[in-house]
Structures are given as structure tokens and as C-alpha cells.
């Protein structure tokens, strides 16, 4: 079984930035998928980036491009999610999660979520 822990959550003013991380334990991430996604309140989860098992493919939603940047660490078993001029409308609970290399898509494992709140 795999646990997920996020941090670097927290309060931030309009064009600031975070550092989100989530760090893994139970196994090692060098198989796994990882994606940061978002629940803003009162709407759904939606996916903001994803990097593959090795690093070397990402995708971000459109709202983020450009600002954000998804990252790993494989030898730490860590992700990170550089947050870079932020937006009110990036406040949200941010979730981590893991899928199996060999199953893209899914995601089976997600930590409790760290809530980003953006100030205007």
C-alpha cells in the first residue's frame, strides 16, 4: 500500500508562489504515474498536471501553462508542484496521486489534500 503526504500548501497574495510537494512512502514512485489535481469549493476535481514515471513527459491544463511546473524526484520518492504567479482562481485543495505505469490514466492512490488559497 502506498501513502501520499502533501505539503507547501498555504495563504498566498495574487502573483505569488508555492511549492507544492507530495511525498510517498509504503513503495517507490519510479513506477508510478503521478498527477497534482485540484478541487476549487463547490466544484469538481479537475486534473492541473501530470508527469509520466520517468520524467520525461508532462501535461498541464491550459489554465496553468506557462505558470506551473510539475517535477519528480524519484530518488527522494517526492513530486513537486512549482506554483508561479497565482491566481485567485487557483485557490483550491490541491490532491496528489499515483497510477500505475502500466495502467495510464488511473490513479489509485491520492494523499489528503493541501489547501492553496490565493489572495487578490
Known amino acids: 500500500q502506498m501513502q501520499l503526504v502533501e505539503s507547501g500548501g498555504g495563504l498566498v497574495q495574487a502573483g505569488g508562489s508555492l511549492r507544492l510537494s507530495c511525498t510517498a512512502s509504503?513503495?517507490?514512485?519510479?513506477?508510478?504515474?503521478m498527477a497534482w489535481v485540484r478541487q476549487a469549493a463547490g466544484k469538481e476535481r479537475n486534473s492541473v498536471a501530470t508527469?509520466?514515471?520517468?520524467?520525461?513527459?508532462?501535461y498541464y491544463v491550459d489554465s496553468v501553462k506557462g505558470r506551473f511546473t510539475i517535477s519528480r524526484d524519484n530518488t527522494k520518492n517526492t513530486v513537486y508542484l512549482q506554483m508561479n504567479s497565482l491566481k485567485p482562481a487557483d485557490t483550491a485543495v490541491y490532491y496528489c496521486?499515483?497510477?500505475?505505469?502500466?495502467?495510464?490514466?488511473?490513479?489509485?492512490?491520492w494523499g489528503q489534500g493541501t489547501q492553496v488559497t490565493v489572495t487578490s
Open positions: 496521486a499515483a497510477g500505475s505505469l502500466y495502467a495510464p490514466g488511473q490513479y489509485s492512490y
Open positions: 509504503g513503495r517507490t514512485l519510479r513506477t508510478y504515474n
Open positions: 508527469i509520466n514515471w520517468s520524467g520525461t513527459s508532462t
